[in-house]
C-alpha cells in the first residue's frame, strides 16, 4: 500500500473511494470477488470498510465478509431506515 498517510499514524492507510462515479456502486460480479479477495490477502490488523447507505446487495456482501460488525446511525428518520 505504499507509505503512510498520516504522519502521527505510522502504520495507518487509507485507501480511499471515487466520489466521481457511480460505477463503484454497481461492481460487476468479477470485480467485486476480485476486490473482496483482495481485502482478505491485506497484511492489517485491522481493516475498515465504510459501504454507505442502504442494503443493497453489494453492500450486505461487503458487511457480511467481515469477523466483527458496526452499523452506525443518528437518531434522524433517514438514518435509521434500512438497518
Not at 2 to 21: A, D, K, M, V
Not at 31 to 57: C, N
Amino acid at each position: 500500500m505504499g507509505r503512510s498517510n498520516s504522519p502521527q499514524r505510522p502504520n495507518l492507510r487509507i485507501i480511499p473511494g471515487t466520489g466521481e462515479t457511480l460505477a463503484t456502486a454497481n461492481l460487476a460480479y468479477s470485480k467485486k470477488k476480485r476486490l473482496i479477495r483482495h481485502f482478505q490477502e491485506l497484511d492489517a490488523d485491522v481493516i475498515v470498510v465504510d459501504i454507505g447507505a442502504g442494503t443493497s446487495y453489494y453492500a450486505c456482501n461487503f458487511f457480511l465478509m467481515a469477523d466483527h460488525h458496526l452499523a452506525v446511525a443518528t437518531p434522524a428518520p433517514t438514518s435509521i431506515l434500512d438497518l
